[in-house]
């Protein structure tokens, strides 16, 4: 299985601050990679698709980049609604997996 | 747009079955770009893809290695909606469960529809 490892973590950034969450793959994986958010008691919610894609209705201050092995998720200006954790995911083969996920606090 | 219900029971015994449904509106279940996915999260275990099944030109399934001599994905078409079966459930299998359809028309493959989630918990 191709395992996904994030960092950090967990993060605390302000509210307007630009902020990156990396996503590394153990094998090589072109750009099959997706990212999702979730907040507490909630299904995760489809970000980004194809490493660099928008999900209809995500707002642009969301992006995704990377292939091969690297791929980071940026959000460019922190808004109060964006504070979760968020999971990066592989379709390369299968199975699928995931990361163990960025939580992303309030400062 | 897509909507996915899911139902069953959030709770099971040790040996026991453990049933849940995802009812599908917006959607076909027979859909050949689709592929109907279970997922299950736990503190221990994170995010864990469970299997999933699809329809191109007949029904096709795949399971997680971990789970394959246990669990059982079906579509019912008259219904549009897709089931799993877990069998012989251990305390381990305690999580929240999800349905996903997953896009293969998009290269990422990615999960664009979730359910809502059942806590399932196997308790004596």
């Known amino acids: 299985d191709i395992q996904m490892t994030q960092s950090p973590s967990s993060l605390s950034a302000f509210v307007g601050d630009r902020v990156t969450i990396t996503c590394r793959a153990s094998?090589?994986?072109?750009?099959?990679l997706n990212w999702y958010q979730q907040k507490p008691g909630r299904a995760p919610r489809h970000l980004i698709y194809a490493a660099s894609n928008l999900q209809s209705g995500v707002p642009s201050r969301f992006s995704g980049s990377g292939s091969g092995t690297d791929f980071t998720l940026t959000i460019s200006s922190l808004q109060p609604e964006d504070f979760a954790t968020y999971y990066c995911q592989h379709s390369y083969n299968t199975p699928p997996t995931f990361g163990q996920g960025t939580r992303l606090e309030i400062k | 747009q897509v909507e996915l219900q899911q139902s069953g029971p959030g709770l099971a015994k040790p040996s026991q079955t453990l049933s849940l449904t995802c009812a599908i509106s917006g959607d076909s279940v027979s859909n050949n770009v689709a592929a109907w996915n279970w997922i299950r999260q736990s503190p221990s275990r994170g995010l864990e893809w469970l299997g999933r099944t699809y329809y191109r030109s007949r029904w096709y399934s795949d399971y997680a290695v971990s789970l394959r001599s246990r669990i059982i994905i079906s579509a019912d078409t008259s219904k549009n909606q897709f089931s799993l079966q877990v069998n012989s459930v251990t305390p381990a299998d305690t999580a929240v469960y999800f349905c996903?359809?997953?896009?293969?028309?998009?290269?990422?493959?990615?999960?664009?529809?979730w359910g809502q989630g059942t806590l399932v918990t196997v308790s004596p």
């Open positions: 996903a359809r997953q896009n293969h028309g998009n290269q990422g493959h990615s999960f664009e529809y």
């Open positions: 094998q090589t994986m072109g750009n099959y």
